[in-house]
């Protein structure tokens, strides 16, 4: 995807970082910082070539989160391991929210796994359901699979170390791009907006 993205990667990377450093001078982080990664080949455009800008401007290590090779065989094969210090599968992080309590909020009391799968599925639908209107193709099927890596990836982080800080490399999101799906870990209370970093 890293082709889709023709800005310079060291100035989209200053700019995040700086978003980032205004940030956490009114969110102290209270441990020491790591950057999160999920799989992306390097590429000289794009989040791949992105995030270790990122790392090397402040100073800090990346950990990978990888899809199990049985679910797609090629995320971990092909995934840049720089300055990776920890590495983790996706069904980890899976049994790190199962082995937590189960959503209490008043829509719904199933574990929050299947919370996610099922408010991804219809988020798809009804974005499939826009596209056939604007006489566009339905979403690739890898979508339900990236977009819960994606959140389960986040909200695990957050509950393994008590904090988290999601930073966006774009102002303008597709709506029918993978990251628009953030809005659902908001909506389930798996993530809190005041953890949120606009790029703009």
């Known amino acids: 995807m890293g082709g889709y993205d023709t800005r310079h990667p060291e100035r989209v990377a200053s700019k995040i970082t700086k978003q980032l450093s205004h940030h956490w001078q009114?969110?102290?982080?209270?441990?020491?910082?790591?950057?999160?990664?999920?799989?992306?080949?390097?590429?000289?455009?794009?989040?791949?070539?992105?995030?270790?800008?990122?790392?090397?401007?402040?100073e800090?290590?990346?950990?990978?989160?990888?899809?199990?090779?049985?679910?797609a065989a090629y995320h971990a094969r092909d995934a840049d391991r720089e300055n990776v210090i920890l590495e983790y599968?996706?069904?980890?992080?899976?049994?790190v929210l199962q082995a937590?309590?189960?959503?209490?909020?008043?829509?719904?009391?199933?574990?929050?796994?299947?919370?996610?799968?099922?408010?991804?599925?219809?988020?798809?639908?009804r974005c499939?359901?826009?596209?056939?209107?604007?006489?566009k193709s339905p979403l690739k099927d890898y979508y339900?699979?990236?977009?819960?890596?994606?959140?389960?990836?986040?909200?695990?982080?957050?509950a393994l170390c008590g904090e988290i800080t999601v930073a966006h490399t774009s102002?303008?999101?597709?709506a029918f791009s993978v990251t628009s799906f953030y809005t659902i870990g908001l909506e389930l209370g798996l993530m809190d907006p005041q953890d949120m970093v606009r790029f703009d």
């Open 26 to 58: 009114s969110r102290p982080a209270q441990k020491p910082k790591l950057i999160i990664i999920q799989g992306d080949p390097l590429e000289t455009r794009g989040i791949s070539a992105i995030t270790p800008q990122i790392a090397k401007q402040l």
């Open 60 to 71: 800090v290590k990346r950990c990978l989160i990888c899809l199990d090779e049985h679910l």
């Open 89 to 95: 599968r996706y069904s980890q992080l899976v049994d």
């Open 100 to 125: 937590g309590k189960p959503a209490t909020t008043e829509q719904t009391q199933k574990p929050i796994i299947e919370n996610l799968e099922a408010a991804i599925a219809t988020r798809i639908e």
């Open 128 to 135: 499939n359901q826009q596209r056939a209107d604007l006489g």
């Open 144 to 158: 339900p699979l990236f977009a819960q890596l994606q959140e389960v990836t986040k909200a695990a982080c957050r």
């Open 171 to 174: 102002a303008d999101i597709n």
